[in-house]
């Protein structure tokens, strides 16, 4: 299932809601996109997502988010305040949320997973790409309650220009959550000297059988990278493409294969002129 | 083909290189040669556009052209090629997306049609197998999880697709063991060894040019060259050490 967003008018905002009920047994992939045309007011975008998994339910959600961003100097753009959660109620359902975050003047979202059903797994895959007076603050929460619970957690945030990105999450695991088990990898790009990149994880862990494992890393484009694959006659901005391209690759391989080539020409397009 | 004249190049203000005149005609492999610090791989940095080696004085031109006034990637497209010390990786891109990337971007530059997808398998199945290498290792993130060896191999095998006009390729030899070593020298033989093509051959030791011969080694000693000769240089060197010979 595939749909697409669009704000076209001047002074309103959008508040659409959107639920999803996996039945037992069934599998659903659903992709979303978004755009809006360039105006120098802020926008309102607000929108509530809620998916029900009964047992053995699987559902992909897909986004990728180009909502127009604002200018260079940061007039303009959409506020981009979304709440997402699903509820893996039934025994071995599994929700994935995988997004592409490139567009929006500010964006708060935490796609989030409730782990009621024995054995039900929830993942969210996440590359999100800030540029100019962007400012990204997002990740997701894993609320472990059934026993056999599982979660995996990859974020890639990719900070341009004088822009902030956030990854903010919750790994938590009641008491009653037998051998839960949680792995969070959370990587930081910076592209300049007048960006930000900020790691916020939060782990309240109240079952001492749980395996929970965090990793983190925060680095600079590598100049050695960009010269060695500009000698090989990629111009500067195609090599930045290519590398950050790579750098999110083990989110971008989660999309649908024609939402992939889209996402990796986004990136591309988002971070123009953002080195040099 | 390739002309240096007076060249001096500063690294973060310190004085590198300090006048180096070289002539490499077409047809010729050129050796350089010189102790740790001499400046050999700087010489490379140079020709090749790395950003913080600041050329001072004097000129570098490939085919007529001024080649400092090029970007790196334009360098690449006039048909220069480095093959580097220490090839570097680059996470989750596949070797062949990097190199079909860089050399339609190379052919786009010239006016030339770009290779599609299917072509350009072909060539690099061709040009890796050549050189004992299989096609799958290729597939994998460019030289990410390769040895030493692999990663030397790798780089003849990505100037065997790129077929460039010129080469500079620094310490090429350096960490192979003497299968990998003539593979390489073959390679190196079979893709530059022509009448229009030329080579700048940077190595510390002899062994590389008894596979490859060179038409003439140059020492380089604190940023000048200080001898230049045949390929009896090399031998000399050998025997001697560079202190006997630069003396």
Request: net charge negative; glycine share 10%.
């Amino acid at each position: 299932m595939s749909t697409y967003f669009r704000i076209n008018a001047e002074n309103t905002g959008q508040f659409e809601r959107t639920l999803i009920v996996a039945e037992k047994g069934s599998y659903v992939s659903y992709l979303e996109g978004c755009t809006a045309p360039m105006r120098d007011e802020n926008q309102l975008h607000a929108a509530v997502v809620e998916i029900f998994a009964h047992e053995d339910a699987e559902v992909k959600y897909s986004t990728v988010q180009n909502w127009y961003p604002g200018d260079a100097e940061g007039k303009g753009g959409i506020f981009n305040f979304v709440t997402k959660r699903a509820l893996c109620s039934g025994a071995r359902s599994k929700v994935s949320w995988t997004q592409v975050e490139t567009g929006s003047a500010i964006t708060w979202k935490y796609p989030s997973c409730i782990l009621k059903g024995e054995g039900s797994v929830g993942e969210f895959y996440s590359v999100a790409l800030t540029n100019n007076r962007q400012q990204a603050d997002t990740g997701t929460k894993m609320v472990h309650i059934g026993a056999n619970t599982r979660s995996t957690i990859v974020s890639k945030g990719i900070s341009a220009g004088r822009s902030n990105n956030t990854y903010r999450g919750l790994v938590k695991v009641l008491p009653n959550a037998e051998n839960v088990r949680n792995f969070t990898q959370c990587d930081s790009l910076l592209l300049g000297d007048q960006c930000g990149a900020h790691t916020v994880p939060y782990i309240e862990v109240k079952n001492p059988t749980a395996t929970i494992e965090h990793e983190a890393t925060t680095s600079k484009i590598s100049e050695d990278q960009l010269f060695y694959a500009m000698s090989r006659g990629l111009d500067q901005e195609a090599a930045v493409a290519l590398i950050v391209n790579g750098f999110a690759r083990e989110v971008l391989k989660q999309l649908p294969m024609e939402f992939a080539v889209e996402a990796q020409k986004l990136l591309g397009i988002s971070l123009e002129g953002s080195v040099g | 083909m390739l002309d240096i004249r007076n060249l001096h190049a500063t690294v973060a203000d310190k004085p590198i290189l300090k006048g180096i005149s070289l002539s490499v005609p077409a047809g010729e492999v050129h050796a350089i040669m010189g102790p740790n610090g001499s400046g050999k791989s700087t010489l490379g940095y140079v020709l090749s556009g790395r950003p913080g080696y600041e050329v001072t004085e004097g000129s570098a031109t490939f085919d007529g052209k001024d080649l400092l006034a090029l970007e790196p990637h334009e360098r690449a497209a006039a048909g220069l090629f480095l093959g580097f010390q220490y090839p570097v990786e680059i996470p989750g891109v596949s070797s062949l997306q990097f190199l079909r990337e860089s050399l339609n971007s190379q052919r786009r530059s010239r006016g030339e049609p770009e290779l599609s997808g299917g072509e350009f398998i072909k060539l690099a199945r061709e040009q890796a197998a050549l050189l004992g290498m299989d096609v799958d290792m290729l597939k994998r993130p460019v030289n990410v999880g390769f040895s030493g060896g692999e990663k030397k191999r790798a780089e003849m095998v990505q100037m065997g697709i790129m077929n460039p006009k010129f080469a500079i390729l620094d310490e090429t030899d350096s960490g192979l063991d003497i299968d990998a070593l003539r593979a390489v020298g073959a390679g190196i033989n079979r893709i530059m060894r022509a009448p229009d093509k030329g080579v700048l051959l940077i190595t510390h030791y002899q062994r590389l040019l008894d596979y490859v011969t060179p038409d003439k080694v140059h020492v380089l000693n604190a940023g000048r060259i200080v001898r230049s000769g045949g390929p009896e240089l090399a031998h000399e060197l050998e025997r001697e050490g560079y202190a006997e010979a630069a003396a």
